[in-house]
């Protein structure tokens, strides 16, 4: 009897640990970059820390963190990061104000490219989209891998922005009393403030907040990332038991080829290739080799736009 009793508990015990692995999940953030990024992540209120909230990722490297149970919060890169004299750490792009790499509880400062994810969540589906609602200033793409249920698609913004970037929009780096180049791109809502772009006050409703012509100029180039605040029906995706590949800087191209074997559910592609053509493969510069130079039309305004495609150190 007693021998039973111990095998019984000892079965129980395999049981629970086996549980509890299957429903971690791990996201694998891979910095595809040319320069070194810096992660920031926030944690929605009362869920559980994950084990950092922000760390260095060099080019080419990646880091996997096993996220609590039920996690929701969000996920963005950093970028043009140090320390001052003091010791202060910053970020020109994406920081979260808390003087250190680690965020600790704080956001990203608009604009900033954002991964978003409700983990376990109703019918114990995850929730996740790519959201350029706060402006943009990374590609980025987030992979479900070895879910059970839901569609399960890859979502994200493959292509370099900030070149395209209206002006208005534009957020430009300066060095050494001279322009650098631009290194973000706002959202309307951010640069104007006007509650048309914002979703707020009188226009806090789908039927009051369409698309806006800078929206629509986010979602052409990024089918399936959130382009406004009313985006849901195109933007979320679901998946059930999976863990998470999120990559920095992308390649179109290699992502392509990554996902060529996936049946994807959703019905805009990553990249509508519509509207894209190479029009040059010619560096830009001599010293700049792996730079493609990307045009498109978007269908609304008929005008075109130059992007710069910045292929990854493989």
């Not at 790499?101 to 589906?125: K, Q, R, Y």
Request: with cysteine.
């Amino acid at each position: 009897m007693d021998r039973l009793l111990i095998s019984t508990a000892i079965l129980t015990l395999l049981s629970l640990s086996f549980l509890s692995e299957v429903q971690s999940t791990s996201f694998k953030m891979v910095n595809r970059c040319r320069h070194t990024i810096w992660p920031g992540i926030l944690s929605g209120a009362g869920t559980e820390q994950p084990s950092t909230t922000g760390f260095a990722l060099k080019s080419g490297k990646s880091n996997t963190l096993t996220m609590p149970k039920s996690w929701s919060g969000r996920l963005w890169g950093r970028t043009l990061c140090g320390q001052d004299s003091t010791g202060k750490f910053s970020c020109l792009t994406g920081d979260c104000g808390s003087g250190k790499v680690e965020c600790a509880g704080s956001g990203a400062a608009p604009p900033a490219t954002l991964a978003e994810f409700t983990l376990n969540g109703a019918d114990g589906l995850d929730f996740y989209d790519v959201s350029l609602v706060d402006g943009y200033n990374l590609p980025m793409l987030v992979v479900a891998r070895g879910g059970t249920r839901g569609g399960c698609s890859s979502t994200g913004c493959l292509v370099d922005l900030n070149g395209a970037c209206p002006a208005e929009l534009k957020v430009v780096a300066r060095g050494a009393g001279s322009a650098r180049g631009s290194v973000a791109c706002r959202s309307a809502c951010e640069a104007f403030g006007d509650p048309r772009y914002c979703c707020s006050e009188a226009y806090n409703t789908p039927d009051t907040c369409p698309p806006s012509t800078y929206s629509v100029f986010f979602k052409h180039a990024c089918p399936r990332a959130y382009s406004y605040a009313y985006d849901d029906k195109t933007s979320t995706f679901t998946c059930a038991s999976a863990d998470y590949i999120i990559i920095f800087c992308p390649s179109p191209y290699t992502s392509q080829k990554l996902l060529g074997a996936r049946r994807e559910a959703a019905e805009l592609p990553l990249v509508n290739k519509t509207m894209m053509y190479i029009a040059s493969q010619h560096a830009i510069g001599a010293s700049s080799p792996g730079v493609v130079r990307v045009q498109f039309i978007t269908a609304s305004t008929s005008i075109v736009v130059t992007l710069l495609l910045f292929w990854p150190l493989l």
